[in-house]
């Protein structure tokens, strides 16, 4: 891998999972959405809910149902919106294009790279 003005490669790189790497906007707001539609709620346009997914759910809770962290309901939703994700976290999700080449150019370069994510180690395994 050559640099402009011949600088050094880094020694690593670190990526975020969700939204850099890979786009997993859709399956972490389908959680929502169902949820949503058993309250009797309409669902909310994917670009509306995007912006909260990097929130987690917290976020997706707070903007989808309207529940903050510190409702008496938030750990029963925040649980059963774990338990949806992980049944169907890779339905939609995909590596954002052109992905697969950079990491295949810092392998060539022999350029060590990771990812880093907010989620738990078993929600981040079944996507990588």
Not at 115 to 127: G, Q
Request: net charge negative.
């Amino acid at each position: 891998m050559s640099l402009a003005g011949g600088a050094r490669p880094p020694l690593a790189v670190f990526f975020d999972l969700d939204g850099t790497l890979a786009d997993t906007a859709a399956d972490l707001v389908a959680p929502v959405q169902a949820m949503r539609a058993e309250r009797g709620l309409a669902a909310l346009p994917l670009e509306v809910l995007r912006p909260y997914a990097s929130m987690g759910a917290r976020g997706l809770l707070l903007r989808g149902l309207g529940v903050e962290r510190e409702d008496p309901q938030f750990e029963t939703l925040r649980d059963e919106f774990l338990q949806r994700y992980e049944a169907a976290m890779t339905v939609h999700t995909c590596m954002f294009p052109g992905i697969a080449e950079v990491l295949d150019a810092l392998d060539d370069a022999a350029i060590r790279w990771g990812v880093i994510s907010n989620k738990i180690e078993r929600l981040v395994a079944p996507i990588l």
